[in-house]
């Protein structure tokens, strides 16, 4: 396994207990659904995205996406499924464009 990979799913480890805390802390199955969800949890995985985005250097815009949909797990687990399963991942994708560009600006801007 390589470097790069081998950050990758550490990043992912760490995502995805950071969002199992977040629901834990919280008291709820999804991340989102916590009160302090924009302007406590999210942001701080945006700070998370960054310190990926500079461990995975030239791919570092994968880390935006990796931070984000670690959420995927919780959810699950969480019991969110049904219908609106689909809309979640869709929001997960929109919630994933911030965090990539600053996952790709750690990235270029700090090497």
Not at 11 to 16: E, K, N, P, R, Y
Not at 39 to 60: E, K
Request: no cysteine.
């Amino acid at each position: 396994m390589s470097a790069g990979a081998a950050r990758a799913i550490g990043l992912a480890g760490v995502a995805i207990a950071y969002w199992f805390i977040v629901a834990a802390l919280s008291g709820v199955g999804e991340p989102w659904d916590a009160a302090r969800y924009w302007w406590l949890w999210y942001p701080l995985s945006l700070v998370i995205a960054g310190v990926g985005g500079r461990l995975l250097r030239r791919r570092a815009w994968r880390a935006g996406v990796i931070v984000t949909f670690a959420q995927v797990p919780v959810m699950a687990i969480g019991g969110a499924a049904g219908p609106l399963w689909a809309v979640g991942l869709l929001m997960l994708g929109v919630l994933a464009l911030p965090a990539v560009i600053v996952a790709l600006l750690a990235g270029r801007l700090l090497r």
